[in-house]
């Protein structure tokens, strides 16, 4: 194969693997079809090199494609590059000047949300969560804001096949009761924690969004109830948002 021809494959492997990163549920392939414009038989055997691969990967009820391990992986580590993580842990080290807690970056791989950066308080009492930390998403400010940013469907299906495992006393293990929490941070755009992951530590988040308006990661804060409450935390919800849209244009 000439060097054109090598060319014009790699676009299309990158055209295929951009529509499915702009859904936010699994592509079928009438969908890679519509979002890449490549002939339906390219897609297949596309999808399927990929799929084998580990840049994709089907979903679960194996009606369509998602982004695999191996993407995220090599997602997560563009995003380490040296001159945009500079830029934002500058805007997270100004962030945690101004409210005087620790904040974190995050983004979903999975079942999980994973910290991307993170930025400690100068307070000798804090809760220790280093950068590559996994943390779920049913009991947390970051993964329930993920979660609220996911259709109905899909989120019903992630609930009912994830562990809901209880971390504190007031962990949601109920998924009803869960979903209706999930429906109320939809509506209110901010993520929060009132001891559901750690007892004795609360949290909010707030979203980090790409271009056209999609959660692409997660900025939260969190602290000791002994130095905050959850609605003191809520307060730093505006400076929060400022800060997150600083983030966007580095992610974006």
């Not at 055209?15 to 038989?41: H, N, W």
């Not at 840049?55 to 380490?80: P, Q, T």
């Not at 100004?94 to 807690?101: A, F, Q, R, T, W």
């Not at 009803?176 to 941070?185: A, K, R």
Request: proline share 5%; net charge neutral; hydrophobic share 40%.
């Amino acid at each position: 194969m000439d060097d054109d021809n090598k060319g014009s494959r790699s676009i299309r492997v990158l055209d295929v693997i951009e529509a499915i990163c702009q859904l936010d549920r699994p592509a079928t392939i009438a969908d890679v079809v519509a979002g890449s414009g490549l002939p339906k038989a390219t897609v297949h055997r596309l999808c399927n090199l990929l799929a084998e691969e580990g840049y994709i990967r089907r979903d679960v009820e194996n009606r369509g494609f998602e982004i695999g391990a191996r993407f995220a992986r090599l997602a997560m580590k563009s995003l380490g590059n040296a001159g945009a993580r500079a830029e934002r842990h500058a805007i997270l080290e100004s962030l945690v000047h101004d409210i005087g807690e620790t904040c974190n970056l995050a983004m979903p791989d999975a079942t999980s949300m994973i910290y991307l950066d993170r930025v400690e308080s100068e307070w000798p009492l804090r809760i220790q969560l280093p950068v590559g930390s996994r943390v779920p998403l049913h009991c947390t400010a970051s993964g329930k804001l993920f979660l609220s940013s996911l259709g109905p469907a899909r989120r019903k299906k992630l609930l009912q096949k994830m562990p809901l495992d209880r971390r504190s006393a007031n962990t949601i293990v109920d998924i009803e009761e869960l979903e209706s929490h999930i429906q109320q941070i939809a509506k209110d755009d901010v993520g929060t924690d009132d001891e559901e992951f750690i007892p004795g530590m609360v949290a909010v988040a707030v979203p980090v969004r790409d271009g056209s308006g999609r959660l692409i990661a997660t900025l939260a804060s969190h602290g000791p109830v002994v130095r905050m409450s959850l609605d003191r935390a809520l307060t730093w919800v505006p400076r929060l948002k400022r800060a997150a849209q600083e983030l966007s244009a580095t992610l974006s």
